[in-house]
């Protein structure tokens, strides 16, 4: 198994962390893994995004030209990143500020509207939550356990209230791709 992921969308939209949740939990589960963050005036309301790669073998660069998917959380990212992914690959878009098709038939598009979602469980910043939970439903790639456990390793302290908000966001993502 080999994922080669691009996780694209506007600086605050949380696209960094989707990316590290997904190699921490890679790594929890055995797998070689890389990220490799984008910044520059992403940092400032652009398009930032990072790439992440997913494999049961070593991986030789972090860096790919065909992702296999792509969590597109706005629609710049949609433009840039939609003709790259592999014949047969994923494009997962955040369909509450995204309105645009994926005008591709050879990959498969599935819309999770992300913020909706996020405002319905209480925090608007737990939309990429709720993308992640979609990507791990819908490509089996990992373990819903896996990430459910680094949600509570990620939230201690002061900061272990976040974890029933996480949790839900992450749940109702999983729901939209089931």
Same mark, same amino acid.
Request: net charge neutral; aromatic share 6%.
């Given at each position: 198994?080999?994922?080669?992921?691009?996780?694209?969308?506007?600086? %605050?939209?949380?696209?960094?962390?989707?990316?590290?949740?997904?190699?921490?939990?890679?790594?929890?589960?055995?797998?070689?893994?890389?990220?490799?963050?984008?910044?520059?005036?992403?940092?400032?309301?652009?398009?930032?995004?990072?790439?992440?790669?997913?494999?049961?073998?070593?991986?030789?660069?972090?860096?790919?030209?065909?992702?296999?998917?792509?969590?597109?959380?706005?629609?710049?990212?949609?433009?840039?990143?939609?003709?790259?992914?592999?014949?047969?690959?994923?494009?997962?878009?955040?369909?509450?500020?995204?309105?645009?098709?994926?005008?591709?038939?050879?990959?498969?598009?599935?819309?999770?509207?992300?913020?909706?979602?996020?405002?319905?469980?209480?925090?608007?910043?737990?939309?990429?939550?709720?993308?992640?939970?979609?990507?791990?439903?819908?490509?089996?790639?990992?373990?819903?356990?896996?990430?459910?456990?680094?949600?509570?390793?990620?939230?201690? %302290?002061?900061?272990?209230?976040?974890?029933?908000?996480?949790?839900?966001?992450?749940?109702?993502?999983?729901?939209?791709?089931?």
């Amino acid at each position: 198994m080999k994922k080669e992921i691009i996780i694209s969308g506007f600086g %605050g939209q949380g696209v960094m962390s989707i990316g590290k949740n997904l190699v921490e939990a890679g790594m929890a589960e055995g797998f070689q893994v890389t990220w490799a963050p984008s910044y520059g005036p992403e940092m400032r309301g652009g398009t930032a995004n990072c790439s992440v790669v997913l494999s049961d073998k070593p991986v030789g660069s972090p860096v790919f030209s065909f992702p296999t998917e792509l969590i597109a959380m706005n629609g710049p990212s949609i433009d840039k990143f939609a003709p790259t992914v592999l014949s047969g690959g994923l494009v997962l878009v955040n369909s509450s500020v995204v309105s645009k098709k994926v005008e591709r038939s050879d990959v498969k598009a599935l819309y999770v509207p992300c913020e909706g979602i996020a405002y319905e469980v209480g925090n608007p910043k737990v939309a990429n939550m709720v993308m992640l939970g979609a990507y791990v439903a819908a490509t089996g790639a990992l373990k819903p356990e896996t990430i459910e456990q680094m949600i509570h390793e990620m939230f201690t %302290g002061a900061k272990a209230k976040l974890v029933p908000l996480n949790l839900e966001a992450l749940k109702r993502g999983m729901a939209c791709a089931q």
